[in-house]
Antibody
Framework: EVQLVESGGGLVQPGGSLRLSCAAS????????MHWVRQAPGKGLVWVSR????????SYADSVKGRFTISRDNAKNTLYLQMNSLRAEDTAVYYC????????????WGQGTLVTVSS | QSALTQPPSASGSPGQSVTISCTGT?????????VSWYQQHPGKVPKLMIY???KRPSGVPDRFSGSKSGNTASLTVSGLQAEDEADYYC?????????FGGGTKLTVL
């Protein structure tokens, strides 16, 4: 059974940092593109970042470029999102999701982890 | 990187059909056949309903169908059922990035 389990969310002050993790099981992580998608409270889905199977290719939404870094450790079956210089507008539930191809079509999603940026 | 445009709401009575639009540009929706649609019930995780414009994953009822014309993609739900009431989001590949629409709340009257 495919499972994606996010962790690492919490309350952080503006300007602070947080690292999210996504533990994957039930499939071969290296065979999939992995993505982070976020959803602010009461708002819509927003794509944040993606990384290819071997970690050699990444891309980011303009809103997080230069502040967030996506990475993966296939040996540990884990995806990461390092978030620096956090802002109030980064407050959201962050979902880990996978796709077979670079162009999306997210077939499995984690339950999400809530990040709250507030003083 | 502008979000794709969806109507904020749509509605229909049980048994009717409803179509939700998703408008982008030639750099995203119009440029690739990589539009997906997701259903999200309150407090739940999004679920993939349509991919590559019109393909349905295994287990998704054939009441759900997708299409595209130019820069606008559409999701049609036929034979509306109470459990179809949810938020629906479109997504499109846009080169090196992905975009979502703002979401449409579908109400079954």
């Amino acid at each position: 059974e495919v499972q994606l389990v996010e962790s690492g969310g919490g309350l952080v002050q503006p300007g602070g940092s947080l690292r999210l993790s996504c533990a994957a099981s039930g499939f071969t992580l290296s065979s999939y593109w992995m993505h982070w998608v976020r959803q602010a409270p009461g708002k819509g889905l927003v794509w944040v970042s993606r990384i290819n199977g071997d970690g050699g290719s990444t891309s980011y939404a303009d809103s997080v470029k230069g502040r967030f870094t996506i990475s993966r450790d296939n040996a540990k079956n884990t995806l990461y999102l390092q978030m620096n210089s956090l802002r109030a507008e980064d407050t959201a539930v962050y979902y880990c999701t996978r796709s077979s191809y670079s162009y999306g079509q997210f077939d499995y999603w984690g339950q999400g982890t809530l990040v709250t940026v507030s003083s | 990187q502008s979000a794709l445009t969806q109507p904020p709401s749509a509605s229909g009575s049980p048994g009717q059909s409803v179509t939700i639009s998703c408008t982008g540009t030639s750099s995203d929706v119009g440029g690739y056949n990589y539009v997906s649609w997701y259903q999200q019930h309150p407090g739940k995780v999004p679920k993939l309903m349509i991919y590559e414009v019109s393909k349905r994953p295994s287990g998704v009822p054939d009441r759900f169908s997708g299409s595209k014309s130019g820069n606008t993609a559409s999701l049609t739900v036929s034979g509306l059922q109470a459990e179809d009431e949810a938020d629906y989001y479109c997504s499109s590949y846009a080169g090196s990035i992905l975009l979502f629409g703002g979401g449409t709340k579908l109400t079954v009257l």
